[in-house]
């Protein structure tokens, strides 16, 4: 596949933007997306030879609370393990930046369809026997 270099924390605006609209959810506000990466607890993007073809990052209150947002990875890169390589880091660095014998929920609302791939890294599917479905709501200004 190439040479793949993960980056921490070092992911623009631009790359943002052309991730999401590459997977199919349009080209985002650049105003909101700098301050979503500002207010981000931690970023990781994969490069491939150059091109940044994946990205994944972290928000929440840093310590009991996290969520796993914006899990975009180019078509022609999905299903080669670099989703699974970012969930991953993530992952890894919450567990590394969190206080011993603490509970620490991390969450995420998977695209449909996907599903599958995040019940393989260790989420639960809800509503299950203990919890109730996952709830949002969109607001558009």
Do not use: W
Not at 57 to 72: K, M, S
Not at 78 to 107: A, D, F, H, P, T
Not at 115 to 133: A, S, V
Request: hydrophobic share 40%.
């Amino acid at each position: 596949m190439g040479n793949i270099v993960l980056l921490e924390d070092r992911l623009t605006v631009e790359q943002f933007c052309d991730l999401q609209e590459a997977v199919g959810f349009g080209r985002p506000n650049h105003e909101q997306i700098e301050k979503a990466i500002k207010n981000s607890i931690y970023s990781i993007s994969v490069n491939v030879d150059g091109e940044v073809v994946g990205m994944g990052r972290l928000v929440g209150d840093g310590a009991r609370i996290f969520y796993i947002q914006d899990v975009f990875i180019k078509p022609k890169y999905q299903r080669k393990g670099i989703g699974r390589l970012i969930v991953e880091k993530l992952l890894e660095y919450i567990k590394s930046n969190s206080l011993i014998n603490s509970n620490i929920m991390v969450g995420l609302m998977a695209a449909k369809g996907k599903e599958e791939f995040y019940q393989k890294l260790g989420f639960r599917i809800r509503p299950n026997e203990k919890e109730g479905n996952g709830m949002m709501i969109n607001i558009k200004l």
